[in-house]
DNA sequence: ACCTGAACACCGTTCAAGT
DNA sequence: ACCTGAACACCGTTCAAGT
């Protein structure tokens, strides 16, 4: 701190002053609010220089994305390993942390999957199969230990991935509360459970 | 056709014509490229003319929410309506329809969510638990001839309800695609009914 | 290599004035 | 009652010029 940070936006880390700000307006009011002339006032720096890190407005909100869904990864694993060996109580953490960064970054939640229909390589697609692969590789330890039925672990993986951003989406959108948040996500995966468990 | 229309913009029905431009401008585009002055221009009326039915942009993206709350309403009831009598048929026709409309006017599905959290009554609020009232009817007829659990149809709506939400925004956030669709979505479905039913 | 600042074409919103 | 058109403050993007 002090003397230098003046002078260190235009040396080496406008960039992420520039994601880092911008990832702050976007939670707090929303991509429509996020202007690229703003963000450079924030940051201290002439409206033109955002220029040089990111060609466009589109190319800073899918930088944006990028690290949404590093972080998203993060925060999925760091839920799953942080619940212990057992299965089920990694699902149910790993669902409950997904809920979380839906809800806390809900606006970003949206340009990240807004972004990923845009080119079919990239930096974008590559960070979101690294956080998807968090909950394939759930699915894999409960299907290897026999508690989901075998098969393509996508298969029934992407139930269940669909089944918590929807629920997420039913509580951003504010169509249920915080309070019926608990029980349908407990139905929610009983439900799972139930319908993938190997016939006995 | 023909003389009148020139004319007919400035003698009520301009809020209808800027309503129907919006939607297919919002389908084409998405609703960062909706602008109020290219707008009016497209309906051939002053940039300040919008202003006598929309108070502002949001005003005139909240009409479009509940216009599409009540077109969403009647294609799921269409839906289930036209597939039978059959339960389990219905519930295919209507997950399905609302699939359709997801993909069809996503940006305008967004636009729902996103502007139903704001006024906790209103009109869009009523257009929405329209639409919502259709899915808890059809659990209504699945737990009245035996094959869901009985219960609150609220609790197994909801999770009906987020889990064809979440495919339809897998599907619209390109992480899966047409091909695997169907597949997902019947697997959804089996699941659901293997999950809710009644034990035996 | 990186940033500044003028320039351009657009936008939403407001409001007096017209019919 | 409804629409027009000037005005204002903002925006994204471009690009010569500075360091």
Redesign the pocket.
């Known amino acids: 701190m002090g003397v230098t940070t003046q002078r260190a ?4 880390n ?1 960039r992420t002053a520039l994601l880092a700000q911008a990832e702050r307006t976007v939670r707090e009011s929303g991509v429509q609010e ?5 963000l ?1 006032r924030e940051v ?6 955002p ?3 990111f ?4 190319a800073l909100l899918d930088a944006l994305a990028e690290a949404g869904f590093a972080r998203l990864g993060v925060e999925l694993r760091e839920a799953a390993e942080g619940a212990g060996k057992d299965f089920q109580d990694r699902l149910r953490a790993t669902a409950a942390a997904y809920i979380r960064f839906a809800t806390r970054d809900a606006a970003l939640l949206e340009l990240m999957f807004a972004g990923k229909h845009r080119e079919p390589d990239g930096a974008l697609h590559e960070a979101a199969e690294r956080a998807f692969s968090v909950l394939f590789e759930l699915i894999e330890q409960g299907q290897g230990e026999g508690t989901l039925e075998p098969g393509e672990p996508e298969r029934v993986g992407f139930l269940l991935f669909a089944t918590i951003q929807g629920i997420a989406a039913l509580l951003t959108g504010g169509i249920i509360d915080d309070g019926q948040l608990d029980e349908l996500l407990a139905d929610a995966i009983a439900h799972f459970l139930r319908g993938s468990r190997v016939a006995v």
């Open positions: 936006y235009h040396h080496g406008l996020l202007s690229l002339r703003e450079a201290g720096v002439s409206h033109g220089a220029r040089r890190h060609a466009d407005r589109q």
